[in-house]
């Protein structure tokens, strides 16, 4: 009985351990779903340089964090209405992908790069890419995408990208 008891206990801290972690940890962002409207294929944009929009996600928590920040394809059920997943990740750079100890109430911060290849083929098209940032290295994690939508210009004559 004394045994049964005994694990009881310590399948209850655990739980409790977990649930303390997951409330003691968070990261957010303003960056949630980012449009960059008219778009020319053959150019590069910055968000950071053209828009003055970097990528920020924030600690929430009360813990220093070690983040990672990955590109990903979205899914045929995540993807808005009237957009198609981006043809290739490599069309997006990320300044930085990983940060070290970021401290409680601090941010890290890197430029979002997108390349459009030089193709007609992509004139016109509207394009959906996720990038989703997440702590690493610890038991539980805490991670959120964000939404960058590219609309490529139909017009070849325009000359400037718009970034929302």
């Not at 600690?59 to 990955?70: A, M, Q, R, S, V």
């Not at 007609?120 to 098209?125: A, N, S």
């Not at 939508?149 to 929302?164: F, V």
Request: hydrophobic share 40%.
């Amino acid at each position: 009985m004394m045994k049964i008891l005994r694990t009881f206990i310590l399948v209850g801290l655990d739980v409790l351990f977990v649930i303390l972690c997951v409330f003691a940890s968070g990261i957010s962002t303003g960056f949630s779903e980012i449009k960059l409207e008219n778009l020319q294929i053959g150019k590069s944009y910055s968000t950071n340089k053209d828009a003055g929009l970097p990528l920020e996600i924030v600690n929430t928590g009360e813990n220093p964090i070690d983040l990672k920040i990955e590109l990903l394809t979205a899914g045929p059920s995540e993807l808005k209405e009237g957009f198609e997943p981006v043809p290739d990740l490599a069309w997006i750079k990320l300044e930085k992908d990983e940060f070290k100890n970021i401290k409680p109430k601090n941010s890290a911060v890197t430029d979002v790069v997108i390349s459009i290849p030089n193709d007609e083929k992509y004139r016109g098209k509207k394009y959906q890419v996720y990038i989703w940032s997440h702590t690493v290295g610890t038991s539980v994690g805490v991670g959120l995408k964000s939404r960058l939508l590219l609309n490529m210009d139909k017009d070849k004559h325009n000359k400037a990208g718009k970034l929302e």
